[in-house]
């Protein structure tokens, strides 16, 4: 279907806007951007620039993704699937939108066969290549993700359910891994003891470690990074001791940087990530267990001694664990469960010390107080003596000065 110009709708609704039109953008407004196509999130994000149009086929774009698609920049967003489904209410598209970004959902596989690089135009809900349609969708507007989010969280009793069952089953499944440590493997890394600091590519991982920085240098934990995470911590400056995951989101820098790798596996013992790494000359670990790679790290610390776990980026809510896409995430809960009694979950510490004074703020507080204590020193007796042989030295140095330069 070829592009037929539109007429401009703005012209008949005058210069003034209705309140209930100053979130939506202007119709027939366009953007235009090299695509780049991603069906993995994550993976996209990572090759993502400032000004292109990302491509994505994500349903319920969580807030982890959404803020890094923000950090990359681009123009658009244009998701194959619903960017939220109704299952849970998702913060992901609110974050998007927030940011200016234009993002319109539910276009179908059509727009996944767009070129890579290819020249992308997106007016209203249409994405137009080469002058021809290819797919349309909904564009979405702070007005209609609120209204996705009202509906989506009328089904959240259902979710409730759903995760209850499934933590019931991943309970019958990996009990004796829960509860008395089998089948986690042997590592050359010393943990027993020591406070390991855990790493994953979450909510406020970055601030979070950033403000860990004198905890780090004080207590020196053992620093693991769960797959990403590795990253965070190299990109913070310092070296992990131990990389644990699927290693689908990890860079090659990471795995090759000295950490022992313990690769997460299926319980059949399938390890996508095995191969990946043992091309790069690296001989891993593999755990097999059913639930995420953030839980078997949490078990493997505890299993090996750990006397203190602190999490950074990890999952702790309901609607986080939904985010995360697994069943309900029944393992994070009972992992969580199994090693509460020594974990301290990070997560947030860079708002809770946020400071909310400025520094003008904090320059006029400090000139007061100075002013405060001179003139307390002034009305005593010492105070004035004190000010009087100072006077007495300002003085003999403004004399010196200009005898020096008096000739």
Known sequence: ?????????????????????????????????????????????????????????????????????????????????????????????NILVEAGIVLVDDLGPAVMGIEEHAQVSVVDGDVVVGGEVVASGKLQTERTVAANMAAAREGLSAEIERFAENTMTYLRRERDLLLDGVGVPDIRTSIEGRHVLIVVRGYHYREDLALLRSYIRENRP??????????????????????????????????ACGAEIVVHAYRDGKAPGLERVKALGVEPVVFPATGTSEDITMLLADDKGAELIVAVGTHATLVEFLDKGRAGMASTFLTRLRVGGKLVDAKGVSRLYRTRISNIQLTLLSGAGVAAVLAALASTSAGQTFFGLMGARVDDVVSWISNLFGG
Not at 33 to 47: F, H, M, N, Q, V
Not at 224 to 246: E, F, K, N, R, S
Not at 248 to 255: E, G, H, I, P, T
């Open 222 to 255: 053992v620093l693991i990074g769960v797959d990403g995470g590795a990253d965070a911590i190299l990109d913070a400056g310092w070296q992990p001791d131990m990389i644990v995951g699927d290693m689908d989101s990890v860079s090659d820098r990471a795995l």
């Open 1 to 93: 279907m070829k592009l037929i110009s539109r007429p401009d709708k703005r012209a008949d609704k005058g210069a003034a806007k209705s309140a209930d039109d100053r979130d939506t953008p202007a119709p027939g407004a366009t953007v235009h951007g090299p695509a780049r196509i991603g069906a993995r999130t994550k993976e996209l994000t990572s090759r993502l620039n400032p000004g292109d149009v990302a491509v994505i086929d994500h349903v319920d774009i969580d807030r982890v993704a959404a803020d890094a698609l923000v950090a990359a920049g681009p123009v658009a967003v244009l998701n194959a699937a619903p960017s939220t489904s109704g299952r849970y209410p998702n913060t992901g598209p």
